[in-house]
DNA sequence: TTTT
DNA sequence: TTTT
């Protein structure tokens, strides 16, 4: 009915870059994202979280993305089952990013933002009331 | 950057359709959002935001929306600038939904939830990592 | 850094309540979240998330909701890792939830929808600027 | 009944730290967020959008947080009314901030995040099932 | 200008 | 009353 998700992580490796048979990027990384509180051991948790994007911002994010990166994520959570090599039924989670923003800045001498727009394109008119 | 809102409320009045004229569909209503404690009078505080939707979705809110149904809007937030009838600037708040979902059961004997697709159709290929 | 999910859906199951060794209330369940578009077989999918809520919240759960129930969640992802029966390091995604409406109206004959107040009490002072 | 937003924008002045007569600390300032696509002019527009946080949060913004900065916000949104000049009722949007997290690097020569922890603590048992 |  |  209702499925959105926001994170803002560091990526732990450069994403990974694919393409489907038809010819459709797909790109798949994992953010690390510390939890605002420290657990009962005064130690801070993080989850790692992974992140499947496709089409043009599959590529934006093979070029602008690497590890370590700070990027924001807009998607929807998935659970995804699949077959374990152990002939079991495993299910994995991911978020399938609808809009993923660079934050981290070019380089040391520029505090600019990397940006990518989404691929959805709303149509501005004037609102007629 | 990034701009995220998910609402869920009440409808005060039935929406508001409109066509541009170009002829693109455009429904307006406020949704009534209760805030989820009280306030230091002890009264519940709400919170009347105008929620605005184009194209298929908005005829789908004009048919199956009114006054006082229950509905979850996911969409930005957009602070529109206006010249006010005193020659003065003036700023409203909107949010522009991506999608409205209704919520209602679509009649007392029904526990069902009346249910409205998104526009954007992302496909489904299978992930090849 | 941040991590914030929203879903809206139906519970699979009643609730389990359980109580941790200090007394302190917590519930799970799953959460049936139907994807907004159909796959490539023309079958609409759903995504099943299994939701924790502590506290108060844990038993208002427990008594508010049932299976079939519509009910809306915001919260955050955690990726818990857990030894499995077959001695591997296995991975599950839930989502830990701040607050929890319930969306169902009471009965048939009512169209009212059962709220929860959230456990965080903001103060609302004026704000002085 | 629920109300949740996620911006990141960058400030466009320096927060301002008030204190309300008991004491209490709050902090204001306006995000500037771009939007992801173009007008029909072809050019990118911008939402101003203000900002309050409370309590120890608003001083850790008005220690951290200067004009231009990033920043990401996680709260939501209110529609407050005020008596204007002209004797006549108006509405302002704000968004009351539950989170603010500081994303842009503390100096040139460095790539971390400035982080600031939510007030909220929640306790991190282990789930009993 | 407000809904249950 | 606007930021990069």
């Known amino acids: ?3 959105r998700i926001i994170l803002i992580g560091r990526l732990t490796k450069d994403p990974e870059l694919r393409y489907t048979p038809n010819g459709k990027a ?3 990384f994992t953010l690390a994202v510390d939890r605002p509180y420290k657990n009962q051991q005064g130690e ?3 989850d790692f979280i992974n992140i499947v994007v496709w089409g043009k ?3 934006n994010c093979a070029n602008y993305l690497s590890k370590g990166k700070l990027a924001a994520v807009d998607g929807s ?3 995804r ?5 152990d002939g079991q039924r495993h299910w994995v989670a991911e978020v399938l990013a609808e809009t993923v923003r660079f934050l981290s800045p070019k380089d040391k001498n520029d ?3 990397e940006e990518m727009g989404t691929l959805i394109d709303f149509t501005d008119d004037d609102i007629p009331f």
């Open 111 to 113: 505090t600019g933002v």
């Open 1 to 3: 009915m209702l499925n």
């Open 57 to 59: 911002q599959a590529e």
């Open 77 to 79: 959570l998935r659970i």
């Open 26 to 28: 797909v790109a798949g």
């Open 81 to 85: 089952s699949f077959e374990g090599q």
């Open 44 to 46: 801070r948790e993080t």
